[in-house]
């Protein structure tokens, strides 16, 4: 069993920069793909940013490719989200995801593990 606890989201303005992470406690965290979804107020959950367990596989949305960078730290278990270039269609709860299988996906349904999500919301 893994839980997950989101921190670091906030306001902030266009174009401005926010770093979210994600604190995981359990066994085996280490082995797990984990990634970044949110949904905004009246829309459907969407996928941000995947990492694998090596840290050497990424994946992202193309809305934020270029902008957002997830990375991990296996010996604290915890990962991180670095969001540049914010926009206000970038606002939304943001939630850490894990999953046991290594493979890096985007389809929410295959991940394990949920956070209860951080509030970003970006003004212009």
């Known amino acids: 069993q893994v839980q997950l606890v989101e921190s670091g989201g906030g306001l902030v303005q266009n174009g401005g920069s926010l770093r979210l992470s994600c604190a995981a406690s359990?066994?085996?965290?280490?082995?797990?793909?984990v990634a970044w979804f949110r949904q905004a107020p009246g829309k459907e959950r969407e996928f941000v940013a995947a990492?694998?367990?090596?840290?050497?596989?990424?994946y992202y949305a193309n809305s934020v490719k270029g902008r957002f960078s997830i990375s991990r730290d296996n010996a604290k278990n915890t990962m991180s989200l670095q969001m540049d270039t914010l926009k206000p269609e970038d606002t939304a709860l943001y939630y850490c995801?894990?999953?046991?299988?290594?493979?890096?996906?985007?389809?929410?349904?295959?991940?394990?593990?949920w956070g209860q999500g951080t509030q970003v919301t970006v003004s212009s």
């Open positions: 995801a894990a999953k046991r299988v290594s493979s890096v996906t985007s389809y929410g349904g295959r991940y394990d593990y």
């Open positions: 359990g066994r085996n965290f280490s082995s797990y793909t």
């Open positions: 990492v694998n367990w090596s840290n050497r596989i990424t």
